[in-house]
């Protein structure tokens, strides 16, 4: 096995490492700036704006008394906001039960007011009727997400109460088949034959999205936040909690910002912030607390991901902070349609139960392109495994009879420092003939380090100014 490792005071170069310095043009480290593009990404970003009218969900006959049913309060309040030609829902202050999803139209801004909470019921029927999502990356009609838009433009959530799925080990999360989430032998899960096996194998095969009716007959929880197909988008100031599953989740959208929101959720699969073949996204100045990836970014798993083409592009990510978590900045795995031109900035990660601070994951099945991945100003504190972790050969839960070696190229992290961690770099090529390409690292200080690192076929790397444990490495 080809390994590179640094320990206080030396490296160890074994076999197929190269630390050549990047030599220009396609798949190499060196532009004029990389860091160019993303001003004019920035540019693009227009948040949705709305007509001045309110939508008060008491005028609609809601009662927040935390036990009643406001469901056809809000939706009656939607549709009057959306027929008027827009505005704002407001949920006023109060502890509000919504028995459903809340579905939202175009022009319409749901509103959660400074010390509203909006709890959802955890019983599976009321997300019924099914339809059309993605869940881990494959297609299909699932119950539907807690707050759900399917092809509208300009809709936003905002405000600064909270959303509340109440999802727990009673309900909703021993669905993952894991004991510690509150499975137990005989219990149904998502490793039920009907449920993830078969979603994976009709991606395989192919068999029409029509036929790909899983809610009501199978064990998929569904995502809290899903604007699906839509443009214009604006998430602020709330406070998500206790989702069934990852928590936003805008998938084949355009023109989304995230800003000033707290995600809260400790649940299996609770990621917080997983945009899906989207394009033009700012990530700002939020809060991530969760059980699995605080931001992960996606473009569809396997056939369905590569049939789409449709990346994950145009990215930007500032002045976030993440506790716990698998990763702080993760791509992958579901990112068989390509991912590029992603940028994260000045944001903190520090917690014993975040298990990486960036990292990059797919495998042989996955197919696509990850390309122009930017990082700077990254302040870690304790993360459990690495800083940076590469891995082109992350676990396969599916038919591996074909292969589509991804490319992963282009990276770039300057200004990164970490105080604990078991490796600096842990960057893991797929095979000789299918390395990670063009790595670079610019002033760079990982203190606390275990293990050194570990690094096994990467070509074009290069390190300038890079400390271990106050030594530096040497290319």
């Known amino acids: 096995m080809t390994k590179f490792s640094c320990g206080l005071a030396a490296l160890l170069l074994l076999l197929h490492c190269q630390s050549a310095p990047a030599t220009g043009g396609e798949g190499t480290a060196t532009v004029a700036d990389p860091w160019a593009g993303m001003e004019q990404i920035l540019e693009d970003i227009q948040p949705p704006e709305f007509p001045d009218r309110t939508f008060n969900i008491a005028a609609s006959g809601a009662v927040a008394d935390g036990r009643t049913d406001v469901l056809p309060a809000i939706r009656r309040a939607i549709d009057s906001c959306s ?18 999803p809340i579905h939202l139209q175009s022009n319409v801004d749901f509103h959660v007011s400074d010390g509203a909470t909006v709890k959802f ?59 510690r989430y509150g499975w137990r032998e ?29 809610a009501g007959i199978s064990y998929l929880r569904p995502n809290f936040v899903q604007p699906y197909k839509c443009k214009n988008i604006l ?10 599953m990852w928590v936003l989740h805008p998938t084949l959208s355009e023109n989304i910002t995230i800003q000033n929101v707290r995600v809260i959720s400790h649940g299996p699969n609770s990621d917080g912030c997983d945009p899906e073949s989207c394009k033009n996204v700012l990530i700002k100045e939020c809060y991530f607390d969760t059980g699995d990836d605080c931001i992960a970014l996606k473009s569809g798993r396997n056939q369905d991901g590569r049939n789409s083409k449709r990346p994950i592009e145009n990215v930007v990510i500032q002045d976030c902070e993440m506790k716990d978590g698998h990763g702080g900045v993760v791509i992958g795995s579901e990112v068989s349609g390509g991912a590029r031109n992603i940028y994260a900035e000045n944001c903190v990660m520090d917690s014993p139960n975040l298990d990486r601070a960036i990292r990059v994951k797919t495998n042989k099945v996955r197919g696509g392109t990850i390309e122009n991945l930017y ?16 891995n082109m050969r992350y676990s396969i839960f599916s038919d591996t009879s074909q292969v589509f070696v991804p490319t992963v190229r282009n990276i770039f992290i300057e200004n990164v420092t970490a105080e604990k961690s078991q490796y600096g770099l842990l960057l893991e090529g797929y095979s000789p003939d299918h390395p990670i390409t063009g790595v670079r690292l610019d002033n760079c200080r990982f203190d606390g380090v275990e293990d050194g690192n570990k690094i096994e076929y990467v070509d074009e790397l290069v390190l300038r100014e890079v400390y271990i444990n106050e030594e530096k490495v040497a290319k």
């Open 235 to 244: 998430i602020e100031g709330v406070t998500i909690r206790n989702s069934p």
């Open 83 to 100: 027929a008027a030609g827009g505005g704002r829902v407001l949920v006023p202050a109060g502890e509000w039960f919504v028995k459903g």
């Open 121 to 179: 019921s955890t019983v599976p029927e009321d997300y019924l009727p099914a339809v059309h999502t993605r869940w881990e990356g494959v297609e299909t009609y699932n119950y539907s997400p807690l707050i759900y838009a399917y092809e509208a433009e300009n809709i936003a959530i905002t405000g600064t109460g909270t959303l509340d799925g109440q999802a727990s080990n009673d309900n909703w999360w021993p669905w993952s088949g894991s004991d």
């Open 186 to 214: 005989g219990m149904p899960s998502q490793a039920d034959e009907s449920s993830r096996p078969r979603l994976f194998e009709w991606n395989t095969r192919e068999v029409p999205l029509e036929e790909r009716r899983f």
């Open 375 to 390: 990082f700077r100003n990254i302040t870690v504190g304790e993360v459990k495994e690495a800083v940076v972790r590469i």
